[in-house]
């Protein structure tokens, strides 16, 4: 089983399936947990921060809302545990997810997987993004015979070129993948703000707006867009966003905001190395049809919801981290230097399991 918690901070996805790691041969249950708005403030109120008491009372926050819908599942061997990002600095203060496994372990009386990212950091690598394995694995699942695509439109866009024709998902040129820009963030932080809603529902307030062009060129001189790939951001790496937008009404303003995301994953398919057979979106984002029509007209290829091969858009995220659990189990590779920047495929994540934690307070009281 795996959870994930998202940037968009909406709540957090849990969903089982059958893996060893390498292959997947089924999916089980799943089920989402949404926090409450005054678990959402407090949340909101961590990010950006490494320690202090804000991050204390989110961390609490995380793993008591993961500990109740963990709690539904029976017949789980092992847990992947993401936890809440909050910072993400890889070449500075490095990465964090707060949220213990250690904790839900002991609670759940599962062993869980969790810390994936740091280890990635260590070596040199992005530590982020890191869906692009179980990405590899799906399109093995579906027959895929040419390359393709996964974008995941969350918080922050993610692109994931496949090349399914690779044995491993750490042989060069099986895999490519990085974050393209903002996506949902910067949209629902401006409905949050101005309306009190946590997100532009079907994209209604953009569809009724005008793009900013010049807005939307500035955005695009962003020093990310001249990095190579892998390359990885922070959720508020485009805080200056919120600025840009601020003259302009609410519609407008959402309107170009979703342009911008769109304009962001335009750029990122140019470093593919080469055209994929089509583009398949997963996330919040692909249930905005203004950001997806946005896309699929700058895009050589054609695009829709993973819906469309039969794959679940809401879970696979959470799938994804059940799928690196396996992994790490095994003791098999997450990351790779085409998805993370690493020097070398390595393998993140910490295994806690049930009673360590009793263990731990009884050596140190003796």
């Keep these: 089983m795996g959870a994930m918690s998202g940037t968009s901070l909406d709540g957090v996805d849990a969903a089982v399936i059958e893996t060893d790691g390498e292959s997947v041969f089924g999916f089980g249950e799943s089920a989402y947990r949404p926090y409450s708005e005054a678990e959402r403030a ?15 009372a989110a961390a609490e926050i995380v793993e008591t ?8 599942f029976e017949n789980v061997a092992l847990i992947g545990f993401h936890g809440q990002t909050f910072a993400h600095d890889p070449r500075g203060r490095g990465t964090h997810q707060a949220g213990s496994g250690a904790i839900l372990a002991e609670a759940l009386g599962v062993p869980v997987v969790w810390d994936f990212r740091s280890s990635d950091v260590r070596f040199g690598g992005e530590g982020a993004p890191l869906a692009p394995f179980y990405h590899f694995a799906l399109a093995k699942f579906v027959g895929a015979a040419a390359p393709l695509a996964f974008l995941n439109l969350g918080g922050v866009g993610n692109l994931t070129f496949v090349d399914p024709g690779f044995a491993r998902p750490e042989a060069e040129g099986a895999l490519l993948a990085f974050d393209t820009g903002p996506a949902n963030a910067p949209i629902d932080d401006l409905v949050q703000g101005r309306l009190g809603r946590t997100r532009d529902d079907d994209g209604a307030l953009a569809a009724a707006g005008e793009v900013d062009d010049a807005v939307v060129a500035r955005f695009l001189e962003h020093p990310h867009f001249y990095r190579m790939a ?16 601020e003259a302009l009404s609410d519609a407008d303003a959402a309107a170009t905001l979703t342009a911008c995301a769109a304009a962001a994953v335009m750029r990122g398919m140019e470093h593919c190395p080469s055209s994929p057979e089509r583009l398949l979106v997963t996330g919040g984002g692909r249930h905005n049809p203004v950001m997806m029509a946005m896309i699929a007209a700058g895009c050589d290829c054609p695009v829709g919801p993973v819906e469309d091969v039969g794959l679940d858009g809401d879970m696979l ?14 003791g098999l590779p997450t990351s790779a230097p085409s998805t993370t920047g690493v020097r070398a495929a390595v393998g993140g994540g910490t295994i806690s399991r049930p009673g360590e934690l009793g263990l731990g307070a009884a050596l140190a009281g003796s």
């Design 42 to 56: 407090v949340l909101r109120a961590a990010l950006g921060r490494w320690e202090g008491p804000e991050v204390e």
């Design 65 to 72: 809302a993961h500990a109740e819908i963990l709690s539904r």
């Design 230 to 245: 892998p390359k990885s951001l922070d959720r508020d790496a485009f805080a200056v966003l919120s600025q840009e937008v």
């Design 317 to 330: 995220e959470a799938q994804a981290f059940a799928f690196l659990a396996a992994r790490v189990a095994r």
